[in-house]
Each structure stands twice: as structure tokens, then as C-alpha cells.
């Protein structure tokens, strides 16, 4: 199994399915914060949902199209964070992220979101990482910008949020702006 140590607290591990019941509770624990951001979230009223969404991940991961990890901090999972799809062509991905609500504000996402550029570029030898994000959603977007993305500009209207769109920031690294981290 995929396991990834960030530091003696903090580790991403590939999901598996004994993580659904969980992944499920701790999504549950935080459902209203991140139903704010995230469509998803209605959609998962049992646990066989959470367990569909790992299945699908595994699947991802062996068709060498990215994968889900299960953020785990002090060997509890607090949230995911994956690669959405790699364009092997060109030699970029994008980043999706979540994070329980009692765990924010502990450097915790922005560790987990350095670990998978470093893991990209050093080791998948991709050239561009993008992270999109709610206009709206300041916590999201502080991710990128605490670790030197650029801000390209907005996508309009781009994501349909129960009842109404949501413009997002989108924001991009670089292989070679990454090295002089």
C-alpha cells in the first residue's frame, strides 16, 4: 500500500475500502463546513457511497490516471487529497483537497499539498500543477498562495453549487518555478 510519511504526525496513504466507514464518519462530523465548498457531500447519505468513491479512486490509481489518498494526522483520517486526472500528454494534473473542519488550521493541508507537488514534479516528471477554488472560499485559496502558485485568473461561473454557480480562482505552478522552492 501507498504510504507517505510528511512528518511524524502526518501521513497520506492510499485509500482503501476498510476506510469507507471512516472516511464516512469523519465527512459526516464536518458535513455542513464542507457542503459549503463541495457538491458531493449530499450525495454521500451512506457509508456504501463513501465505499463507491474509494472503488472508483482505486480504479483511477491503477489506470495510471492519479489517485486519492486519505490524509491521516496522528493515525486518524481528516481528509483526502488527490490528483483529479494527469494528462500524461502534457504533463499536467490538478490537485482536489479536503480537510475536516476540527483539523483546520494546522498547516496540515498546506504539508499534504507540498508533498504531492514535490511527489509531480520530482517523481511523475510533470510540468504544470493547477488548483482551482471558489472565489468565495478564502481557506481553500490559501493553499496555493501560501505555496507561491500563480494566480491566472477566474473561471466564470464554473461549478454548479446545489442552486446557484460559483466562479473559481485558478491557480498554476510550474515544474521549473517549483525547484527554486
Not at 483537497?97 to 476540527?102: C, E, G, H, I, N
Request: proline share 1%; with cysteine; glycine share 4%.
Amino acid at each position: 500500500m501507498f504510504t507517505v510519511e510528511i512528518d511524524k504526525k502526518l501521513q497520506l496513504k492510499l485509500l482503501q475500502e476498510h476506510d469507507a466507514q471512516e472516511l464516512f464518519t469523519v465527512m459526516m462530523g464536518s458535513k455542513e463546513s464542507l457542503r459549503e465548498w463541495l457538491p458531493f457531500i449530499d450525495s454521500n447519505e451512506v457509508v456504501e457511497d463513501t465505499l463507491q468513491f474509494i472503488r472508483s479512486s482505486m480504479k483511477q490509481f491503477s489506470a495510471n490516471d492519479g489517485f486519492q489518498t486519505a490524509i491521516v494526522y496522528e493515525d486518524n483520517i481528516v481528509g483526502v487529497i488527490g490528483f483529479h486526472h494527469i494528462n500524461w500528454q502534457n504533463k499536467s494534473t490538478s490537485i482536489g483537497y479536503w480537510l475536516a473542519k476540527d483539523y483546520e488550521g494546522l498547516g496540515i493541508m498546506t504539508k499534504s499539498v507540498h508533498k504531492l507537488m514535490d511527489h509531480a514534479f520530482h517523481d511523475l516528471k510533470l510540468k504544470r500543477i493547477e488548483i482551482r477554488a471558489a472565489i468565495e472560499n478564502k481557506r481553500s485559496r490559501a493553499i496555493p498562495e501560501r505555496l507561491g502558485m500563480t494566480l491566472e485568473g477566474c473561471s466564470r461561473q464554473s461549478e454548479w453549487l446545489y442552486d446557484h454557480f460559483v466562479d473559481h480562482a485558478v491557480y498554476s505552478i510550474l515544474q521549473e518555478e517549483w525547484r527554486i522552492k
